[in-house]
């Protein structure tokens, strides 16, 4: 009896501590790596577990020092961000050379963390925007060993050199130590990305023309090269003879990407998180020719180099400042590959530019980032005052509000590619306000199709059928819709009416809502405030202010 009470007790202590155990691991277990997934040509940015949405914005770039740092998180607030770019600077990293200062590092992740932030962090390093200016004071003042390109007239350019073989090693040396002290310091995941540079490449010289940079440029192209290019190996040919008239461009760019290639490699092998490089992109439609734009970094016509030389860096992503609004949509069409996720790091962040922040959701992106965001510049209006927080930040906040309390569920959508997007491209001149429409011949600037069902979409605001006072300023109308299930859609937009009609098989048949519910997604789950019935879906589904609708159309 004894023997069998005291088996019992063992047992019971066995059990208690493994239970203990468990729960120790469970407490103690840091969460998984951020990574990316790709399936079926989609990709999703993975933190803790699940897809997320990058709700970005980029600070300033003087703004990443402890006594700015309040001036960010104010704007970060206003924005309703969830993730926030910032920049670290090789200067202030690495003082003395082999001597690195975490401290402005660390302070940024605890700052984050009370502000329940994601970081992607900025390496300004060797390149920032095609020049040197965050190398180190030691490095600047050794110019000889750690060379500008020499341009083809023989002068020095403000761009250092990728043949620069000393940058290239402390550059190697500083960012693995920067990578190292992310995996000790942040088995939170507070840094979900890296940018491996900034805006990499060179304004003002195609290449480097120095006799040293000469002396490569005039040795055969390395068989990786034609390899990456699908042209088959033949020795001994020159760039010239191979490339032509892209063959200063394409030397640049093999270097470029090569010498950020093995930084990426040397900090993947210590803390493989995503990494990516954005670049100063060419109008994709109208590129004109180097040096009318940035050579070095990842264009639209260099990828199959850039993925070659750098198999690394898991994203080429476009910071994006064009105005026009077909080669904006082109950026997004040419960045968003199954090879490549779309990422925007950087763009504008107000005014009708922020219906772009739609685009790119209808491209698959895992993120958008508007660059500037912060407190410690004032802007100014026209009228020479200080603009409010709402001109500076209501845009970019619009969209920000609107998808925050879904974002993973944006996120999952878009990864099973459930979601399309729709945005008003320009001003219609017709759109007289008060000018009835036709309810038989609604006016329809676009048409989403989901097999039984087609979205007919008319941009601008509405009453009933007639476009209501004022009319826009801006052409700045935007929708999501997402097939939730088969029939049922989410809706997710501003200044535009939406009106369902059976389509495919079902062209032509009566048809109404089953159910047409407004609210918000809470913890995951749909929660709707209302439902939405009688002048509020009768003549058409109306966005006048931004609003997330859930929707079910059935045939009669
Ligand atoms: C693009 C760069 O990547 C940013 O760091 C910043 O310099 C902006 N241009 C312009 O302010």
Redesign the pocket.
Known sequence: MKNKNSMQHRILIGLVAAGVALWIHAQSADPPLPHLEQNNGRHALIVDGEPYLILGA?CN?SSAWPAMLPKVWTAMEALHVNTLEIPVYWEQFEPEPGQYDYHVIDTIIMQAREHDLRLILLWFATW??GSNHYMPQWMKLQPGKYPNITGKNGRQVDSPSPHARAALEADIRAFSAFMHHLREADTRRTVIMVQVQ??PGSWGSVRDYSPEAQKIFDSPVPSEVLSAKNISPESNRSWPDVFGRDADEFFQVWHVASYIGRIAAAGKAIYPIPLYV?G?IRDPLNPGWPPAYEVGGPNDNVFDLWKAAAPDVDILAP?I?IADTEAYLKVLELYSRSDNPLFVP?TIGFGAFTRFFFAALGHGAIGYAP??MDDTRIRTGSDGHPLSSEAKYGATARNYRLFEPMARQIARLNFEGRIQTAIQLALDPDAEPGNPVDQENYVTDRSLHFGEWDADIAFGTFYRMARTQPPPETPDGCILIAELDKGQYLLAGYHCRVMFRPAGPNEGRPWEYLIVEEGQYDDGSFRADRILNGDQTDWGLNFPEPAVLRVTPYLR
């Open positions: 980029q770039n920032k925007n900034n805006e954005n100063s910071d400042y950087e660059f500037g």
